[in-house]
Structure formats: C-alpha cells, structure tokens
C-alpha cells in the first residue's frame, strides 16, 4: 500500500522558522547521549539486550525528529529529512 502524494485535506506549506536550527541542535545533543548510554548497553553480553536496545534507540532518534517537526512547527518536507538525518548522524554510535 503506497501513500498518496497529493492530500485531500493538508498540504505542507513548506515553511519553516529558524526556531528549528535550534530544536535539531536540542534533538542533536539528546542523540549524544542517548548513543552514549547505547554503547554502554552494548557493553552487556546478551543479545536480547542488544536487539532491545536497538530497537529502542531507532526508536528514541525518530521522537527526537517528531519533537522537531512538532515544536519546530516544521511544514517542510526536506527541511524535517535534513534535520532527521543531522540527528541520526550526530547520533550515530
């Protein structure tokens, strides 16, 4: 099932404020540590653990670009992908 590319009720305006430079630098240092606390899980031997916690970090980066878009007021599309993709490489572990 694909989505739609044209919306029947919203179309994303495309706009943007400068507040979200802001947010991405926020999200950005959230991802730090949550890639620190993540190497340190890593450091437990089961792989349960490991699956579960990789999980939950993929996860936690896609809230910090839904925090983003939301509190950023983020109406475009390439704008919120090159924010997501500054936090999931800043997060990187």
């Known amino acids: 099932m694909s989505l739609p590319r044209t919306f ?5 305006s495309g706009s ?3 507040g979200v430079l802001l947010w991405t630098a926020i999200a950005a240092a959230g991802a730090v540590v949550l890639a620190g606390i993540y190497d340190l899980v ?3 031997p089961l792989v349960y653990v490991s699956l579960l916690a990789a999980f939950g ?3 936690a980066l896609g809230k ?3 925090f983003i878009v939301r509190w950023g007021h983020l109406r475009s599309r390439s704008m ?3 924010a ?3 936090v999931a490489g800043v997060g990187m572990p």
Do not use: C, D, H
Not at 8 to 12: L, T
């Open 8 to 12: 029947k009720y919203y179309r994303p």
């Open 80 to 82: 919120a992908l090159m």
């Open 57 to 59: 970090f993929a996860i």
């Open 16 to 18: 943007f404020s400068l």
């Open 42 to 44: 890593q450091l437990i």
């Open 84 to 86: 997501g993709m500054v």
């Open 64 to 66: 910090f670009e839904e």
